[in-house]
């Protein structure tokens, strides 16, 4: 698919089939993360695999929606915020690293016909809990990944001329 096609074409998908996402495709979408550019590349990010059948009512602590835990599997991408490159200023950029490696994974997810839904409005405190994140470790965004059950709805986005500066602000 054509980049510009890509990225019009991926929406934030709330409703799964529970078809199987092949492994080829789980492992496609794993390997557009690691080849995420990163400050310093300094890879400072982990992805947590987890299969929900079975788990939904522990999964739904973390973000309480039905669709949250429809999909065969759910992603969560963690930093290491040690890890990390940090600015002169002291600017830590997990977080900004852990994001540009989620997009990439969420472009190739809807490349193969996948379906994600960016969550961060999750319970930090049950994801860490759920998932035995040790110290140091910070969950940072979740999605579901599997094959879509609704349809986009139209985008609603600004005017390029609202989000663009030139020179200055």
Known sequence: ???AELIKKRYS???YKADAVEEDKLQQVLEAARLAPTASNRQPFRIIVIHTAGREAELRRIYDRGWFVQAPLLLCACGIPAQA????D???YNDVDVSI???HLILAATD???GTCWVAAFNPAAARQVLGLPDGVEPVAFTPLGYPADQPR???RKALSELVR???W
């Open 85 to 88: 490159w940090s600015r002169s």
């Open 112 to 114: 193969l016909g996948l």
């Open 154 to 156: 139209p985008k609603e």
């Open 13 to 15: 998908v709330r409703a």
């Open 90 to 92: 002291g600017k830590n």
């Open 1 to 3: 698919m054509e980049f």
């Open 101 to 103: 490696a989620m997009d």
């Open 166 to 168: 030139y020179e200055k």
